[in-house]
Nanobody, 115 residues
């Protein structure tokens, strides 16, 4: 059983910052990717950022230069530092773990950016 628990969401004004954390626990096989996705009301879940085991990162265009993904392999943690937040960043943010035997999702954490 694998559990992912996100934290760090909340309400922030436009231009502000938040740092999301995701803790993985349980019987986890080889981790390939640690990712963040988000889902705004009435929309599909979209990719936000990815970090591979050796640190290579990928971002969706709308967050490049504002968001930074990082990970702590030993602690099985992944983080998303979000700066210069915009109202359009409002969504439920989900942590995703990609392993050699499948993917796992957290329960999500709400991020609300007020204008």
């Amino acid at each position: 059983q694998v559990h992912l628990v996100e934290s760090g969401g909340g309400l922030v004004q436009a231009g502000g910052s938040l740092r999301l954390s995701c803790a993985a626990s349980g019987s986890i096989s080889s981790i390939i990717t640690m990712d963040w996705y988000r889902q705004a009301p009435g929309k599909e879940r979209d990719f936000v950022a990815r970090i591979l085991t050796l640190g290579t990162t990928y971002y969706t265009d709308s967050v490049k230069g504002r968001f930074t993904i990082s990970r702590d392999n030993a602690r099985k943690m992944v983080y998303l530092q979000m700066n210069s937040l915009k109202p359009e960043d409002t969504a439920v943010y989900y942590c995703h773990l990609g392993t050699t035997i499948g993917g796992y999702w957290g329960q999500g954490t709400q991020v609300t950016v007020s204008s």
